[in-house]
């Protein structure tokens, strides 16, 4: 049996090609608007079409993977995403890379939920929150190599060279995957026959769109960040190195915010003002001018109330709820991401300047304290998470 924190390192690595690609095209975003001739409104939907399939697709993804199983599904996730990309590189056609998007995004949305599913097989009762926040980071971490390392090959090659080398970092991917094994044993003994109750149903949509509006929130910095900086003159190479600051210090933060709130057993408290403290520096970044260190700031406060935010779920779920449950909770983490993103662009338009996308990011993370009070109300109402089908 392979060491489970072996398997994690695998899954981490496996899903960060995911934020590679979805990174792929913010990171090159003004080349796009130069070679195909698009607006930062057209930037923000492909942006947000890679979360297009994941309104229909994150609540049968657990169902496709437990019929053909779970590595099936992760490896026809990532031949999706590899496909996507290919055709995005390969073609000067706009329409091509919305299509390409929406086939990328359509592997990611499988990859992302079955992973998910996979570290919770592995870690159940046994450093659950540990592994989670560890896997979550596997998110920044894409993100932040994607700012560092793609910028410089689009200036030297194009926006089609940037595409490929993503390809050819999926493909190492899909290599990964069948690496995989699964704990049998310990699935075999999930409980089965649960639904879910209207009351929990409607708290885990709640907590969906919490991680949705706070996931906004953050893609702003690294969607359009590139872009605010590049309107003050920098280069876009010098641009993605200083977004990738916020990425790689919020991969530490996000680990450091759910082990405070667990050694504090502040939760709430985590959640609500790591949320303020995120809307306050988003305000403040275009409107400083000492960037590196207004940069620095945001990465250390921006991560704080991601585990908070994830650990919500848990708190109206029974374990044999949770497949179904974490379905309802990415369907609405997708559509609010794919809304909140093209949103997002079409008021940076609207703004006349990317900075205007750090306003409307800041505005989501004050929604999310407002969703959060509800979410309370109504899981005080919870008091059994679900019920035995008979």
Not at 136 to 141: K, L, Q
Not at 237 to 248: D, E, F, H, N
Not at 344 to 368: K, V
Not at 379 to 385: D, G
Request: with cysteine; charged share 10%.
């Amino acid at each position: 049996m392979p060491n489970r924190w072996s398997i994690l390192a695998l899954l981490f690595t496996v899903r960060a090609t995911m934020a590679l690609q979805f990174q792929s095209v913010a990171a090159v975003s003004p080349l796009l608007i130069r070679d195909f001739g698009v607006s930062l409104a057209d930037v923000g939907v492909l942006i947000g079409l890679y979360f297009a399939p994941g309104v229909a697709l994150a609540l049968a993804g657990g169902a496709i993977g437990q019929k053909v199983g779970d590595k099936a599904v992760v490896l026809l996730g990532l031949a999706l995403m590899l496909a996507g990309g290919l055709a995005m590189a390969l073609s000067s056609s706009w329409a091509i890379q919305i299509a390409g998007r929406v086939v990328a995004g359509t592997g990611g949305v499988l990859i992302n939920v079955l992973m998910t599913k996979m570290v919770s097989d592995w870690f159940a009762g046994r450093e659950i929150s540990t592994a989670m926040a560890i896997f979550v980071n596997s998110w920044p971490f894409g993100l932040a190599i994607a700012l560092l390392m793609l910028p410089p090959i689009a200036t030297a090659y194009g926006t089609s060279a940037v595409y490929l080398v993503v390809v050819a970092l999926i493909a190492s991917g899909m290599v990964l995957a069948l690496l995989y094994r699964s704990p049998s044993a310990e699935q075999s003994h999930a409980p089965q026959q649960v639904r879910l109750t209207r009351l929990s149903a409607t708290a885990v949509i709640a907590a969906g769109a919490i991680w949705a509006l706070y996931n906004v929130g953050f893609a702003m910095v690294f969607s359009f960040g590139p872009a605010m900086l590049t309107e003050r003159s920098w280069s876009i190479t010098a641009a993605g190195s200083a977004m990738s600051l916020v990425i790689w210090i919020a991969a530490v933060s996000v680990p450091l915010g759910g082990y405070i709130a667990d050694r504090t057993g502040k939760n709430d408290a985590i959640l609500l003002g790591g949320c303020a403290l995120f809307a306050a520096i988003m305000i403040a970044v275009p409107r400083s001018e000492a960037m590196i260190a207004v940069l620095t700031v945001l990465g250390l406060v921006s991560g704080l109330a991601a585990g908070p935010i994830l650990s919500l779920p848990a708190r109206v779920l029974e374990p044999g709820a949770r497949a179904i449950g974490m379905g309802v909770f990415y369907s609405v983490y997708y559509l609010g991401m794919m809304a909140g993103t093209a949103l997002g662009g079409t008021y940076a338009a609207w703004f006349g300047s990317a900075s205007g996308a750090f306003d409307f990011g800041a505005a989501m993370l004050l929604a999310c304290m407002a969703l959060h009070c509800s979410f309370q109300r109504i899981a005080r109402r919870s008091s059994l998470p679900a019920t035995r089908a008979s």
